[in-house]
C-alpha cells in the first residue's frame, strides 16, 4: 500500500499559508482537517468526492466548510492555498495555479 506524504507551500520569508490557516481555526475544524488529511496519506490521487476534488492540475481537499488546495508531486501531496467556502472565488484556483508553477519551476 503507497503511503502519500504531506508538504506546505512557503513563502520567501518561510511563512507557509495553508498552516497559517490551519492554526487558525477552532479544534473542531483541525479535526475535520486532519481526518481528511489522513485519508489522502492512505488514498492518494485515489480520494475522489465527497472528500477531494480534481480541477485541472490543482486538487481541492474538501473538510467541511473549507477548501484546500494541493497538487502531487511524485509521492507528495502539497498544499498551496486554503480557505474558508463561504469565501472561495475564482481567484483561489488561479492563486493555487500560480503557486503550483512556482514550486514547479524551483
Do not use: W
Not at 497559517?20 to 485519508?39: H, N
Amino acid at each position: 500500500m503507497q503511503i502519500y506524504e504531506i508538504g506546505y507551500y512557503a513563502r520567501a520569508d518561510g511563512n507557509r499559508p495553508v498552516l497559517e490557516y490551519i492554526k487558525s481555526k477552532s479544534l473542531e475544524d483541525k479535526g475535520r482537517i486532519e481526518r481528511k488529511i489522513c485519508r489522502l496519506i492512505r488514498e492518494g490521487p485515489f480520494l475522489h468526492m465527497p472528500c477531494a476534488k480534481k480541477i485541472g492540475k490543482i486538487y481541492e481537499l474538501r473538510p467541511e466548510g473549507m477548501r484546500l488546495f494541493y497538487y502531487f508531486k511524485g509521492p507528495a501531496a502539497i498544499f498551496v492555498h486554503a480557505v474558508d467556502k463561504k469565501d472561495f472565488t475564482q481567484a483561489d484556483i488561479v492563486l493555487s495555479g500560480k503557486r503550483r508553477k512556482e514550486l514547479e519551476n524551483k
